[in-house]
């Protein structure tokens, strides 16, 4: 895998959920969010603050096994309209654990590959990224995410899935039962890849990512990040792929997350 350009994560956090918020306040919340069939805006910031809250909790407690609920005092207001304010709120909570937790390259329980407090504070930053981007989606607005961002987004989305089989349950179908077959995700506009294996046994980013590939996708990291979470289809403008058409029906059948 290629080397990841260094991210503020606290600080994108305060930044992404600002936007967020600007891209909501005032907004009808009541309105469907098609990238999240079934939800509303109203769900959407909900759901992000939550998750803000929830791993603030987690954060704080420095926990060092897999907690046992995910009950906490969400402080969430009576009226929808007051969501966006809220949401605002959750990320100063946010920024308050971050400093609380003291050192986030310390050891602490994660569900994904880095056992460190860090791991949070990325995870946080994506779901929020993400679910800025379908926000103003929903809004009719144009989403934008910086480029070096979106390449860590695709990072920590391949780094983790492997261990995310507990709450991605297909993701225990990608394997190949016909050799090592492999996909490679490639930037066209930050100069990063990664290649991930698909084996007999399970799945995974591989450090070789010059290797030659069974498939290819391209585009730019912003397309990328926003195709593996999919907001995106590869019949998409800007994405580029080449290779085994079947490997990739079955990679994206499977890698939802």
């Not at 379908?134 to 961002?149: F, I, K, M, N, T």
Request: aromatic share 10%; proline share 5%; charged share 25%.
């Amino acid at each position: 895998m290629s080397t990841p350009s260094p991210v503020d994560y606290p600080a994108a956090v305060a930044a992404q959920t600002a936007r967020f918020v600007d891209a909501v306040a005032g907004a009808d919340l009541a309105a469907a969010v098609p990238s999240c069939p079934g939800w509303t805006l109203a769900d959407l910031v909900k759901h992000a603050g939550s998750v803000q809250r929830w791993f603030s909790v987690l954060l704080r407690q420095r926990i060092q096994e897999r907690p046992t609920s995910r009950d906490v005092d969400l402080d969430l207001p009576e009226r929808e309209a007051d969501y966006p304010g809220w949401l605002a709120a959750s990320a100063a909570v946010a920024a308050e654990a971050f400093t609380a937790a003291g050192d986030l390259d310390g050891p602490m329980w994660a569900w994904g590959a880095d056992q460190h407090a860090r791991f949070w504070v990325r995870r946080m930053l994506f779901e929020t990224v993400l679910h800025r981007v379908d926000a103003e989606s929903a809004l009719g607005l144009r989403p934008d995410v910086d480029g070096d961002l979106a390449a860590d987004g695709v990072d920590e989305f391949l780094t983790n899935l492997p261990f995310a089989a507990f709450f991605a349950p297909d993701t225990a179908n990608l394997r190949s039962s016909d050799g090592d077959r492999t996909i490679r995700f490639s930037c066209a506009d930050t100069d990063r890849d990664w290649l991930v294996r698909l084996r007999a046994d399970g799945f995974g980013p591989v450090p070789e990512a010059t290797a030659a590939a069974d498939a290819t996708v391209r585009g730019s990291a912003q397309d990328l990040l926003l195709l593996v979470y999919g907001r995106l289809d590869l019949a998409s403008g800007g994405i580029e792929a080449v290779g085994d058409e079947k490997l990739l029906a079955h990679w994206f059948a499977n890698s939802a997350f």
